[in-house]
């Protein structure tokens, strides 16, 4: 059986792909536009990665589409992607749900707007059973957060006689993260040509392959994707062995 943590391993298909979506604001500053436009058509860009994936036959996909440093961001900003949320929950949940696709959200959600909150609850529950690509949205996350949570659960099970010391171990950590029962991304894939995680799953990431794409996020395409997974499949992974030669 797999352990809920290691990536796979092998050629193939990737099991699990999560996407650092970059280059939105550049994008649309480049043609002269406002950065909410920047922001919609990156959202398109979100619709053209998940048919591709369901496609392809990836199991898992995670975005990261808003980070705990976002919030801080202008709030005429901060607004427009809180509609544009908004417009993708109401507007692709039935279609998403059509397709098979189980939808979960990481991250704080608790500091969304009440409304926000209950449009992803309830597409997590429409799409609870689905059976096909399980896509997480990465919302108000950051890694270093999700650790620290992490930590406090697992002093407070200690406390409370629910945990051993000496059970705590990588497996009992990944139990209590965000991603519990999500195996770890075999591939990460950036775009806009940064070169850096940007506090993105800083635990889960620990054997992943990192592909960086100069391709603005808005113009990410089904070939990108595909031009991704190629790269990893040419790669060895070893996990830290030596594999001694044929």
């Known amino acids: 059986m797999q352990s809920a943590m290691k990536p796979s391993g092998g050629e193939g298909t990737p099991v699990h792909v999560a996407i ?4 939105n604001g550049r994008w649309a500053k480049s043609r002269g536009m406002p950065r909410a436009m920047g922001h919609k058509r990156g959202a398109e860009a979100v619709r053209r990665t998940v048919e591709a994936a369901g496609e392809i036959g990836i199991s898992y996909l995670t975005l990261f589409g808003f980070s705990s440093e976002n919030w801080s961001r202008p709030k005429q900003e901060i607004g427009d992607l809180m509609g544009l949320l908004r417009l993708y929950l109401r507007s692709e949940i039935a279609e998403l749900h059509r397709k098979n696709v189980r939808l979960r959200m990481i991250g704080d959600r608790s500091r ?3 409304d926000i909150i209950a449009l992803i609850e309830e597409a997590e529950r429409m799409t609870a059973e689905n059976s096909g690509l399980t896509l997480v949205l990465a919302l108000s996350y950051g890694g270093r957060q999700e650790i620290v949570a992490a930590i406090r659960s697992i002093v407070q099970d200690v406390g409370n006689s629910k945990l051993l010391p000496e059970e705590i171990d990588v497996e009992c950590v990944h139990g209590y993260l965000h ?22 799953l800083l ?16 113009d990410f395409s089904a070939n990108d994707f595909r031009r991704a997974i190629s790269e990893f499949n040419d790669r060895d992974r070893r996990y830290g062995a030596v594999v001694a030669p044929n």
């Open 20 to 23: 650092i979506m970059n280059g």
């Open 112 to 114: 969304f707007e009440r």
């Open 179 to 200: 991603t519990a029962g999500i195996p770890d991304p075999d591939l990460l894939i950036r775009t806009s040509g940064e070169q850096r995680i940007s506090n993105f």
């Open 203 to 218: 635990w889960q990431l620990a054997y992943t392959e990192f592909v960086f794409l100069d391709t603005l996020w808005p």
